[in-house]
C-alpha cells in the first residue's frame, strides 16, 4: 500500500475538475488517455501512446467508483517492471482510491492511496 496526500492551491471544484474531466486531465497528466468518469468506465492514461499495446501505460484500467467532489477509485495497472512482470501478465491491477477535502475558499488536500 502506498499513500501520499497534498494540499494544492485550488478550490475543491477545481481540484476534482482536474482529476475528472478529460480536457483538465490531458492539461495536466497526460495528452494521451481515454477517460469515461462513470462506474466501469475506462481510466486509461498512455504515458507512451507509441508503444506495443499493454505497454503504452495504464490499458484496461476502469472507474470503480465516483462520489463527486469527494472520492474518486479506478483500477490501475502494474508498471511493466520485472518485478511485477508475472502480476501484470496474470490481469493483476492495483486500486487507486483519491479523496479531495477542501480546507478553504481555496485549498483542497488531495490524497492518493494505492494498494495492490
Known sequence: ??????????DLA???RLWTEPSAIGEWFSPSFAVDIRPGGPFEIYFDP?????????????????DPEK???FAWNLPPAPETLALRES???????????AIDDARTRVSLLNTV
Request: aromatic share 6%.
Open 1 to 10: 500500500m502506498v499513500g501520499y496526500a497534498v494540499d494544492v492551491p485550488v
Open 91 to 101: 490481469g493483476h491491477m492495483t486500486v487507486v482510491q483519491i479523496r479531495f477535502e
Open 50 to 66: 507509441t508503444a506495443a499495446p499493454g505497454d503504452k501505460g495504464c490499458e484496461g484500467c476502469t472507474v470503480l467508483v465516483v
Open 14 to 16: 477545481e481540484a476534482w
Open 71 to 73: 472520492m474518486l477509485s
